[in-house]
């Protein structure tokens, strides 16, 4: 007897595991939400179609509202890759525009830094020509670091003749100015 028992259980095991399997599938497929969905229904006549025949249509009702909201979604999508591409050239096209405002900037500040260099040039020469007596004169009267500014660029004979015609305090002044002026250097 205890052979019958263990091939009657095994037999209920097989039919309970092709329950499971079955029941499953049917979750899986959707086919077991149509089938929920119309248990609360009465029930259908004998003569009616079986619930089964209902759930590929549930299926397929399912699947074009998915595909109607994945079509939105993708449209969506779309709209804003098309948006962030035009935000993206209009971005391109401004990096373009100031790069070629800087090149302009460059162009505009070496000419009047050129034009300034070239005014200073032109101004330590005539006072480099001037009388140093003369010269002494006037550079007493500038303010030291203004002054400081045009001796440092002459050559050190005619600062120094300029230098020696100054008022001791003026001339004192100017020359702690230049002697101070690359002691913020690095040394190394």
């Known amino acids: 007897m205890t052979a019958r028992r263990k091939a009657g259980r095994g037999a209920l095991f097989v039919v309970a595991m092709l329950f499971a399997t079955s029941g499953a599938l049917r979750l899986g497929s959707g086919a077991g939400l149509a089938l929920a969905r119309s248990e609360d229904a009465p029930e259908p006549a004998p003569?009616?179609?079986p619930a089964a025949c209902?759930?590929?249509?549930?299926?397929?009702?399912?699947?074009?509202?998915?595909?109607?909201?994945?079509?939105?979604?993708e449209a969506a999508l779309q709209d804003r890759l098309a948006a962030l591409a035009l935000a993206d050239q209009a971005m391109a096209d401004r990096m373009a525009g100031m790069m070629a405002m800087e090149a302009e900037l460059k162009a505009t500040l070496a000419l009047a830094d050129g034009a300034a260099e070239a005014d200073i040039q032109r101004l330590?020469?005539?006072?480099?020509?001037?009388?140093?007596?003369?010269?002494?004169a006037l550079f007493n009267t500038m303010s030291p670091?203004?002054?400081?500014?045009?001796?440092?660029?002459?050559?050190?004979?005619?600062?120094a003749a300029i230098l020696s015609?100054?008022?001791?305090?003026?001339?004192?002044?100017?020359?702690?100015?230049?002697?101070?002026?690359?002691?913020?250097v690095p040394k190394e």
């Open 145 to 159: 670091e203004f002054a400081a500014g045009f001796l440092a660029r002459m050559p050190p004979e005619p600062a």
């Open 47 to 49: 003569e009616a179609a």
């Open 54 to 73: 209902e759930t590929p249509a549930a299926v397929a009702e399912a699947l074009k509202l998915r595909q109607d909201r994945l079509a939105v979604q």
């Open 124 to 136: 330590t020469a005539v006072y480099q020509a001037m009388k140093p007596k003369d010269a002494a």
């Open 165 to 184: 015609g100054m008022s001791a305090e003026a001339a004192y002044g100017v020359s702690v100015i230049v002697a101070g002026r690359n002691a913020d």
